[in-house]
């Protein structure tokens, strides 16, 4: 981008943020965002076009020099806020062509920090904060401290992933400095708050991001980051990272390290009176944020262990060596036909929302697609996927504990019960449908009581109940017949004929802004003779397959005869329809085709 178009696109941008500032009125952050989006839209189509990272850097510049701008105490922040809050809430684009895939939604927040626009016309956009370091200048300093104000509200409000430089600005003010002694000796590390450069200015930024975001620092920690920092907490952590290489044990101890320096630095009479009360402040706050979360308090648990699920869908994708949307793309191509129990686009906004809002049950759904993506081998010792799947097992029976039930929870043991049925796998299999069919139960997911819906997001969000509870429906069926061998009864009952069938995915919108009208259903009880799609065939074809399987275990003689013509009469009829249905050949509806011909 040439100097002339640069300077002209910043003008613009900043024109449309300062607009915001100076004017009280609720409705012009929301006029500001699609203003950015329009600007965007302009550049974009230009004989010369700007570029979208060139485009979202102006963007995130321009942010913090206006923020830089305003006092940290006003309310200036919070109106750039709204700016971001109604970007994110614009619909999304897909990603550009100069989008780097090395920047996923998974990796991204924990390598930089960034920023992340839903523009109606951008993908998820990304830019890389760089606040502006300390300067012995009171005017530049005083810019300084609100443009990391500002960075930690929008922390807070998870507006953004929490960036490595909170992390390293808090160690900057606690973990020490390498100083030579004064005869010239070797150097060593000092604990001293007094051999800190600039400790003044680093206190009073660490104080910043402590009182503004001290619990998003606890819960959302950089994994990453673990092993960065001043050189006293190095020497910490070469020696802990041998006696204990958990990185969240590692970073409570940090955490200690922070609490005890910020407490020297508060009692240390040489250190400056009002740098000495900011960091007793600080100290306070970290060590009721430690113990508040390190106490019987009922929400500890589920910071740790959203923590906890997150790092492990980390490292499992570490091992399988390729990006989530990879593994996502393989997953839709191969599994979604057949068994559509995740609806893509709720589950991407869910995927998008992990980096700063870690959740344990999307963690766990993404770790099942992993495994079933991965597939079984003979090798159960050296294969990755046996040690997946111990994984899933473990964290889906601890999150059944630690967690009221979910719709992604109960996904995530479909997708492990179809693993099990794959490795043949018969006791785990059953007791996996099993422990799904009561938490659907307990979710009323076997409940369908027609009634309209008000939009398309709650008729999806309705659809995809209906399509779990379904799933759980065939796979009882599929592995009662395949694993069990009629050794154990249905876990679900049969589906009500009002029940609504599932529709064909062409009929769900990637953008829920073009999302109109809630498409039309089918109950269970349609005639045979009616075109369904290859999902609610295959409801159709397990509901003949459960009734043959009740068959087995009739225990009336006189009326099994009947029955049995009754059913058998059923079958070829549908076999019938279904190879007419699909002319194309016998593969075009196999699922169901497979189902009847069992």
């Known amino acids: 981008m040439d100097p002339e178009t640069s300077q002209a696109l910043a003008t613009r941008i900043s024109r449309i943020l300062q607009s915001v500032i100076e004017i009280s009125d609720k409705s012009l952050p929301r006029l500001a965002a699609r203003q950015l989006d329009s600007v965007y839209a302009d550049y974009a189509t230009r004989s010369q076009p700007v570029t979208f990272l060139q485009f979202i850097q102006h963007i995130w510049d321009a942010f913090m020099r206006v923020a830089g701008q305003l006092d940290r105490n006003g309310d200036g922040h919070r109106k750039l806020a709204r700016i971001i809050r109604w970007l994110e809430k614009l619909p999304n684009r897909p990603f550009p062509d100069d989008y780097d895939e090395s920047d996923e939604i998974l990796y991204g927040f924990v390598y930089h920090s960034h920023i992340r626009f839903a523009n109606a016309r951008s993908a998820i956009s990304i830019a890389v904060l760089t606040p502006p370091g300390l300067s012995s200048t009171d005017a530049e300093f005083q810019r300084c401290l609100n443009v990391h104000t500002f960075t930690a509200l929008l922390t807070k409000s998870y507006l953004i992933p929490l960036p490595r430089q909170a992390i390293l600005a808090i160690g900057q003010a606690t973990e ?3 100083v030579q002694k004064e005869d010239g000796g070797p150097e060593f590390v000092s604990n001293d708050p007094l051999d800190i450069e600039q400790l003044d200015m680093k206190v009073a930024v660490a104080a910043i991001w402590v009182q503004h975001a001290g619990h998003v620092l606890w819960r959302h920690n950089p994994r990453y980051t673990i092993g960065e920092g001043g050189p006293l907490w190095k020497e910490f952590y070469e ?3 041998k006696e204990d290489p958990n990185y969240l044990s590692l970073y409570r101890e940090r955490w200690g390290v922070w609490v005890l320096q910020f407490g020297e630095i508060s009692e240390n009479s040489d250190v400056a009176e009002e740098t000495r009360d900011i960091a007793g402040e600080v100290s306070e706050t970290l060590d009721e ?11 500890a648990p589920s910071l740790d262990i959203d923590l906890l699920y ?4 980390h490292q499992a994708q570490e091992e399988h060596s390729s990006t989530f949307t990879r593994v996502m793309e393989e997953y839709l191509s191969y599994y979604q036909s057949w068994l559509p129990v995740v609806m893509e686009r709720p589950f991407r906004k869910s995927l998008e929302r992990l980096g700063h809002q870690p959740r344990a049950e999307t963690a766990l759904l993404a770790l099942a697609i992993l495994l ?9 010792a050296t294969n990755p996927s046996h040690r997946s799947y111990i994984l899933c097992k473990e964290l889906y029976a601890l999150l059944q504990l630690r967690r009221a039930p979910s719709l992604q929870l109960v996904q995530s043991g479909l997708l492990i019960a179809l693993y099990e049925t794959g490795i043949s796998s018969s006791g785990a299999a059953s007791l ?5 069919a009561r938490l659907g139960y307990s979710m009323k997911l076997n409940i369908d009581n027609g009634n ?4 398309y997001l709650s008729w999806e969000a309705a659809e995809e109940r209906r399509r779990v509870w379904t799933g759980i429906y065939l796979l009882d069926r599929v592995i009662y017949q395949v694993v069990t061998e009629f050794k154990a009864p249905h876990v679900s009952e049969d589906l009500a004929d009002h029940f609504r069938l599932p529709v064909d995915d062409a009929c769900l919108r990637t953008d829920k802004s073009e999302a109109t009208q809630a498409p039309s259903h089918q109950p269970m009880s349609v005639p045979i003779d009616v075109p369904l799609c290859y999902y609610a065939r295959e409801i159709q074809a397990v509901r003949l397959l459960g009734e043959v399987q009740l068959l087995q275990r009739h225990v009336d003689v006189n009326s ?8 058998d009469h059923r079958l070829m009829q549908f076999a019938e329809r279904l190879f007419e249905q699909t002319p194309q050949g016998w593969a075009t509806l196999c699922g169901a085709n497979a189902i009847t011909l069992t």
């Open 176 to 178: 020490g400095a390498t």
């Open 239 to 241: 020696r802990l990272s």
């Open 289 to 299: 944020i430690y113990s508040m979360l390190e106490s019987d308090n009922p929400k």
């Open 310 to 313: 997150v790092n492990m869908l």
């Open 372 to 380: 079933v993506v991965q597939g079984g081998l003979p090798d159960r």
């Open 432 to 436: 996996t449908i099993a422990s799904c």
């Open 452 to 455: 309209a819906y008000e939009d």
């Open 560 to 567: 099994l005869p009947e029955k049995f013509q009754s059913l």
